[in-house]
């Protein structure tokens, strides 16, 4: 009696796979169809990213926002269609660990990274920003020209 028992349970479980498998697996393939990338569709794409740690200086802050700044008033035109997005990282959280890596980071940084699709094909550090923290339009001036000549570039 027992065995019988399993084995219409057995039954019973396979039968409801069956009659469930197609539709979980359609509404699969229509979740893939239908899901929106986190940015606009650019083939190329520039990511300005700035890294910083979990202890931060009066100049560290002040990269972080003249950056910001200087990014928002000369690229609001590919800021607002996605082709450039900017990102604020703080490297010391393990799950960013590996940008140290990736881009060879040894102190805070700007870094501007250009992607294809979702592979990236190339970076640049923007190490002189350390260098201009005295002067607003200094700084802007680099971070525009920098930005701007890698954006152009191939």
């Not at 197609?22 to 569709?41: L, S, V």
């Not at 690229?75 to 660990?97: T, W």
């Amino acid at each position: 009696m027992y065995l019988r028992n399993k084995a219409i349970c057995l039954a019973m479980g396979i039968l409801l796979l069956i009659c469930f498998m197609p539709a979980a697996g359609a509404a699969q393939a229509d979740k893939g169809k239908t899901a929106a990338p986190d940015t606009k569709d650019v083939s190329r794409k520039f990511v300005a990213y700035y890294f910083h740690g979990d202890f931060r200086c009066d100049n560290c802050r002040k990269i972080e926002q003249y950056s910001r700044e200087a990014i928002e008033k000369y690229f609001a035109d590919q800021l607002k269609s996605g082709e450039l997005v900017f990102k604020v990282i703080n490297m010391d959280r393990p799950e960013n660990q590996h940008f140290i890596n990736d881009y060879q980071l040894y102190t805070r940084s700007l870094v501007i990274a250009e992607f294809k699709g979702t592979t990236q094909v190339r970076w640049k550090n923007l190490a002189e920003v350390w260098n201009n923290l005295d002067d607003q339009e200094a700084f802007y001036y680099y971070v525009k020209t920098e930005i701007q000549k890698y954006m152009e570039s191939t």
